[in-house]
């Protein structure tokens, strides 16, 4: 029995030093740091999050166009029926990671908008990141509060709905369920500052899509970079987001070098626990 006990407790402790050796520095900050599936488009849902795990990241945002892969039939649509949607979940478990956000999605019907709510709560979804119309609003809002779920309002590139704070504010009126998810590589892209615009959104920034860009390209636009070494002002954006004691998911958006981006994500990520540390001292 003795022995059997001391099995028990040897177990115990290696379970607790792996747990304690997997937590990232963001973690005690109740930062989800992940990676937006999207940044992987080129392969299918299964291969994504084998990128995403050899990133050093553990949280996931789908996104509904994806192929799913991995022997299941289908795209990462909302509408997948509940045998595929077990199918994904253990796909995802079996990685060890987490699906914590969706997006960037907008439903067209009152039914769609429905079925979607219905989706995120079977899949364990915390933020839906969506644009919606000014007609929609009411509806979102009405659904995001019955189901409990953030609608993470999301910010494309001027002229889009959400390009600017002002918009976002308006929509989410005083409901709690109603936020922004920054993007910040877009406001650059909007002629903003994201570091004013987190300022303007201070207490509703509940999820973030994560970006550095530059414009050095001939012919003037902007793309991704590695964290850090771009226009976003991440070490700034950093300390807001500690500021304003941020939480939520946080998704890597890594939109260039498509066919192989994964060392500059992981570049990217090792700059930005670098950063997150730095400030913490």
């Known amino acids: 029995m003795k022995s059997f006990t001391k099995y028990l407790l040897s177990c115990l402790v290696l379970a607790v030093v792996s747990s304690y050796a997997q937590k990232t520095p963001e973690d005690k900050a109740g930062w989800k740091l992940g990676s937006q599936a999207y940044s992987f488009r080129l392969f299918t849902f299964a291969e994504a ?20 892969g991995g022997g299941l039939e289908g795209k ?3 509408k ?16 060890g990671l987490t699906i914590v ?10 039914e769609d908008w429905t079925a979607l709510f219905e989706f995120a709560k079977d899949m364990g979804v915390i933020n839906i990141n969506s644009e919606p119309s000014a007609a929609q609003v009411p509806l979102v809002r009405k659904l995001a509060e ?11 590139p001027k002229p889009s709905r959400y390009w600017h704070p002002d918009t976002v504010l308006a929509a989410i009126g005083g409901s709690k369920y109603m936020a922004s998810c920054a993007d910040i590589g877009h406001w650059v892209r909007s002629g903003l500052d994201p570091v004013a615009c987190l300022k303007q959104l201070e207490g509703h920034v509940r999820g973030m899509h994560f970006k550095d860009v530059k414009k050095d390209t001939p012919d003037g636009r902007y793309h991704d970079v590695i964290w850090g070494t ?7 954006v950093i300390a807001e987001m500690k500021r304003q004691k941020f939480k939520g998911p946080i998704s890597v958006e890594y939109e260039y070098h498509w066919e192989d981006n994964g ?3 992981a570049e990217s990520v090792k700059n930005f626990r670098e ?5 913490a001292q």
């Open 49 to 68: 999050l084998h990128k995403i795990d050899s990133c050093g990241l553990k949280y996931v945002e789908a996104f509904p166009g994806q192929t799913i």
């Open 76 to 78: 990462m649509d909302f």
């Open 80 to 95: 997948m029926d509940a045998a595929t949607r077990q199918a994904v979940k253990k796909l995802v478990k079996d990685k």
């Open 101 to 110: 956000a969706y997006g960037v999605v907008t439903p067209k019907s009152d």
């Open 146 to 156: 019955q189901y409990k779920i953030t609608v993470a309002l999301h910010n494309h």
């Open 230 to 236: 771009g226009d976003c002002k991440v070490d700034q």
């Open 263 to 265: 060392p500059e994500i």
């Open 275 to 279: 950063i997150y540390s730095r400030k």
